[in-house]
């Protein structure tokens, strides 16, 4: 009877030892990402600023596509980190902050997975149908696309306020809205659809890949060095970065969420403790938030004419910004066609 008593105590110890270290990682993570929070809102009103500043002067139509991957991205800083990390003690038991917490989470996964399947399918419609994209694409059209689907992306965040059951919830519960709905609709109105868009972006993605060639300047050339071909090419190199980007920001969008997809299924199928829930969840939504910084280096990679533009607006002033942008397009673009005439510069 000793033993067992001497065995039960030291288990019990081991048990709070491991709970106390779940917590101070726990902190660290929910620390970390509320010091974070403003660079996060920086970052992401910088890179609005110069894409709406331009989008009037530019004629790229994955721009629209862009700037909605953009303000996804802007939930994340605004309601799931700080109410993760402010309310970390409470949302678990608390359905208000619990359904914010979720319903907040939901709407960026769809809406930053929707934004890049729009981007993809403008993309793909603009390489593989260029006839068809002329007569059907335009700005009307994309702003209704983009409205239509934020709405039906706000509806799904809605569900879960409609269909839970008003009961109270214990003390001891995780926050599994979703999962508690009836017949499991939710898993269905949420997972399918965001399911469908990622399968759709692959395999658009992966047939462009294989179809899309990319041709040298030098292959042009030898062609014809026409003035009218260093303009051909100069609008190829841009398609084609802007169909690079779209790939690059998928794949990546994919391997830093796939931690929370993980988490979320082992967290359904096990019946874990309120802290190695939350430090799970936690720690891969700070990974998938990631994506967020690393969506800007890689347009601008890609992108040689907005570098042009975050670069005035780092070095000048903002009031100066309008004169510095006005004439910006026509010039940047008039030389790099002389440039791509004179076979220089060809650091697209």
């Known amino acids: 009877m000793a033993r067992f008593y001497v065995y039960t105590f030291n288990q019990q110890n081991q048990t709070n030892e491991t709970n106390a270290d779940l917590h101070s990682l726990h902190r660290a993570i929910y620390s970390a990402g509320l010091t974070l929070t403003p660079f996060y809102l920086f970052v992401n009103i910088f890179f609005l600023t110069g894409l709406l500043m331009q989008h009037s002067r530019d004629s790229s139509t994955h721009i629209m596509f862009f700037l909605s991957l953009c303000f996804a991205d802007m939930i994340p800083a605004v309601i799931c980190i700080p109410f993760t990390s402010i309310a970390h003690e409470k949302f678990p038991s608390d359905r208000g902050l619990c359904y914010l917490w979720l319903a907040s989470t939901s709407t960026y996964a769809l809406a930053a997975f929707y934004s890049l399947l729009l981007m993809t399918i403008d993309r793909y419609m ?16 994309e702003h209704v ?3 239509c689907v934020w709405i039906y992306i706000f509806i799904l965040a809605c569900l879960p ?50 179809k899309y060639k990319k041709i040298t300047v030098v292959d042009v050339f030898e062609i014809n060095t ?35 997809v993980i988490s979320s299924i082992y967290i359904y199928r096990n019946n874990l403790p309120l802290i190695k829930i939350a430090t799970l969840m936690d720690t891969s939504k ?6 967020s910084f690393l969506k800007v280096p890689i347009f601008l990679y890609y992108n040689v ?27 940047w673009k008039r030389r790099r066609a002389i440039n791509i005439a004179n076979k220089e510069d060809f650091d697209f």
């Open 226 to 260: 026409s003035p009218w071909a260093a303009e051909h090419t100069l609008c190829y190199l841009e398609h084609y970065a802007s169909t690079a980007t779209t790939q690059v920001l998928i794949l990546v969008y994919l391997l830093l969420w796939t931690p929370f």
């Open 305 to 331: 004419y907005y570098r042009c533009v975050f670069k005035i607006m780092l070095t000048t002033n903002p009031s100066h910004w309008r004169d510095q942008f006005q004439f910006l397009p026509y010039k």
């Open 126 to 141: 603009s390489v593989l149908f260029p006839l068809l994209y002329r007569k059907w694409v335009n700005v009307g059209r």
């Open 145 to 147: 696309v983009i409205v």
């Open 286 to 291: 700070t990974i998938g938030f990631l994506s």
């Open 161 to 210: 306020l409609l269909l839970t059951p008003s009961k109270p919830v214990q003390p001891d519960s995780h926050c599994d809205y979703y999962f508690a709905t009836p017949k499991g609709f939710l898993k269905f109105a949420v997972f399918v659809p965001l399911s469908f868009s990622v399968f759709m972006s692959m395999v658009m993605n992966l047939h462009l890949f294989c």
